[in-house]
Nanobody, 117 residues
Framework: QVQLVESGGGLVQAGESLRLSCVAS????????MSWYRQVGGKERELVAT???????TYSASVKDRFAISRDNAKNTVFLQMNSLKPEDTGVYYCNALDVLTKENFWGRGTQVTVSS
């Protein structure tokens, strides 16, 4: 059974940084495309950043140049380094894994990030 466990969220002031981590188990991590999404209230989840199994990265326009996604396949972990945080970055951040062979999607339970102004 695939499990994704996020950590690293918290309450920070605008301009500060946070680093999120997501540890995967029950899957062949190296063949997963890994992404971070965020959700505010009842709104739809927004894709923030993706790192493919070939280490190609993409970002949403709102976080480009401030956030950095990376992965450590040896530790089955994906990271999201968030710098220069803004109040609009507030939300629940979810880790997502896409198995590139089976096309199955898996989700973590999320970690709360709150940025005060």
């Amino acid at each position: 059974q695939v499990q994704l466990v996020e950590s690293g969220g918290g309450l920070v002031q605008a301009g500060e940084s946070l680093r999120l981590s997501c540890v995967a188990s029950g899957t062949i991590f190296s063949i997963n495309d890994m992404s971070w999404y965020r959700q505010v209230g009842g709104k739809e989840r927004e894709l923030v950043a993706t790192i493919t199994h070939t280490h190609t990265t993409t970002y949403s326009a709102s976080v480009k140049d401030r956030f950095a996604i990376s992965r450590d396949n040896a530790k089955n972990t994906v990271f999201l380094q968030m710098n220069s945080l803004k109040p609009e970055d507030t939300g629940v951040y979810y880790c997502n894994a896409l198995d590139v062979l089976t096309k199955e999607n898996f989700w973590g339970r999320g970690t709360q990030v709150t940025v005060s102004s």
